[in-house]
């Protein structure tokens, strides 16, 4: 289709939008459903012929010239060639020149100019495609895509998109500037924690390292830190326990809210605990500054985290997370008395005022002689044990009275994106298994998306992606006009 042609084209679909616009106002035959959906039809098919007007131009205002040069070589012309670009408005086609040498291959200045993908689809399709799948699975995010835009992808270009973008989130990240300090967050807190990734059979971990043995399949940890700071935060043990229980407080608090956390950053890897933290390191040295006067490191009961965290970060404050705890503590109340009973949260009241009020050995005494009534079954027993057990296990991290002083947060859940979150609701959906190239690419960019980074990550991206490409600075840095006269 000529230029002409098409500006016409353009030109005769917006009369003809704005003709349907009158005619269903004075008719009142149409919804404004309907209507809604005949506008947005309409303007996505003008923006397809604007689209291939943009690119016939520029095919129009390249110079052909008999030979270019390139990294010292000469090129010669090898006439014109044309190209597929998937957009959001669909498919348009590009004709530009293509020089061609033996034993060196084509190229194509245009596309430098324009810094066009290498693949068909558009860059900004690609980031849409990318940033859903980090929600949601492959299909579901096509199909959603799919609803609103003429963008047709199979589930292998869109993994394959997704493992392309994550190559440069470690790079991203190296250069982005050190956040500035905030005044008042005077602690500087670590969280670490581990969840299962179930994977194919080929990436599962082997049989003997299993915790479940006779699968075909198994599920391999990923190590998901954090790393923020955050100003103290003073609560009461009546406040404390009312939210914990997420019951209404007594007596609500005369000082402001919870403080927010500042210059959070998540991350997540299937490599190990040793790779976690070393991430982890370079994270916290960042928010290190003189200002800051605690250190916190909220972990779970695994003592391969602790392990770390005192070799690794000797100078914080291990602190266990009572999240953790409180889902020993209800596996206990589940014992004592049956779902909906009243009293099942006055024993987690009593059992929390123990933490936090110093009284431990007041509580682990009454779980011990709980574990030698014959009053319950063996599973009931075995419940019981394993809840004193992990207190007992852990009660140098449990000082609750200590850091609650002291405004410590006792709880990661204050950061978005917690493992349940992060992992769970992305990569343990029905029926999903992960290679571990999948998996580990997933993993940094739901990161990304969970730091809110997005945007400027895709920014670096496409200027890496460029340089790869072709060797030369993203044209976005100079007017297109001057992309235009490079090419001539």
Not at 350 to 357: H, N, S, V, Y
Request: include cysteine.
């Amino acid at each position: 289709m000529t230029i002409p042609n098409i500006v016409d084209e353009t030109r005769d679909q917006l009369e003809q939008l704005l003709s349907m616009v009158s005619r269903c106002a004075s008719e009142e035959k149409s919804t404004a459903y309907q209507v809604e959906q005949d506008l947005f039809a309409g303007v996505l098919r003008m923006g397809q012929q604007l689209l291939q007007h943009y690119f016939n131009l520029c095919g129009r205002l390249e110079t052909k010239q008999t030979v270019i040069e390139k990294a010292g070589d000469c090129y010669p012309s090898a006439g014109q060639s044309s190209r597929k670009y998937r957009s959001v408005f669909g498919e348009v086609k590009m004709e530009r020149q293509y020089y061609w040498k033996v034993g060196r291959g084509g190229c194509h200045p245009l596309d430098a100019a324009l810094s066009l993908p290498q693949e068909i689809y558009s860059d900004w399709v690609q980031e849409l495609v990318a940033k859903r799948t980090t929600e949601m699975p492959y299909e579901k995010a096509l199909d959603q895509l799919g609803e609103l835009l003429p963008v047709e992808m199979s589930k292998g270009t869109a993994e394959q998109i997704t493992m392309t973008h994550a190559t440069d989130v470690t790079a991203y990240y190296a250069q982005t500037p050190t956040p500035a300090p905030i005044a008042e967050d005077t602690i500087l807190v670590a969280t670490a924690d581990g969840k299962g990734i179930p994977m194919i059979a080929k990436d599962s971990p082997s049989p003997k390292n299993r915790r479940e043995k006779g699968h075909k399949t198994a599920k391999k940890t990923a190590t998901v830190v954090a790393a923020y700071t955050v100003a103290p935060y003073q609560r009461d043990t009546d406040t404390l326990i009312a939210s914990l229980l997420k019951q209404t407080p007594p007596v609500l608090p005369s000082t402001s809210g919870r403080p927010e956390p500042h210059h959070k950053h998540i991350f997540a890897t299937l490599d190990g605990q040793p790779a976690a933290f070393t991430s982890l390191e370079k994270l916290l040295e960042q928010r290190d500054t003189d200002h800051i006067v605690h250190r916190v490191a909220l972990t779970d009961g695994d003592h391969g985290l602790h392990n770390r965290v005192h070799t690794q970060l000797p100078d914080f404050t291990l602190v266990l997370d009572i999240m953790h705890v409180l889902g020993y503590l209800w596996n206990a109340v589940d014992v004592f008395f049956k779902p909906g009973h009243p009293l099942r949260f006055l024993w987690m009241e009593m059992a929390l005022r123990c933490l936090f009020e110093d009284n431990l050995e007041h509580l682990c005494h009454f779980l011990r002689v709980q574990c030698d009534a014959s009053c319950f079954t063996a599973s009931q027993h075995k419940a019981l044990r394993t809840t004193l057990t992990y207190i007992d296990n852990n009660r140098d991290y449990m000082d609750y009275q200590t850091y609650l002083a002291l405004g410590f947060p006792i709880a990661s859940g204050i950061i978005e994106g917690t493992c349940r979150y992060f992992i769970g609701n992305r990569f343990e959906r029905s029926g999903m298994r992960w290679s571990r190239e999948g998996a580990e690419a997933m993993l940094q960019l739901r990161a990304v998306v969970l730091n809110d980074d997005w945007a400027g990550f895709q920014h670096f991206r496409r200027q890496q992606k460029h340089q790869r490409l072709y060797g030369t600075r993203h044209p976005v840095l100079f007017p297109q006009s001057v992309a235009l006269q490079l090419v001539a």
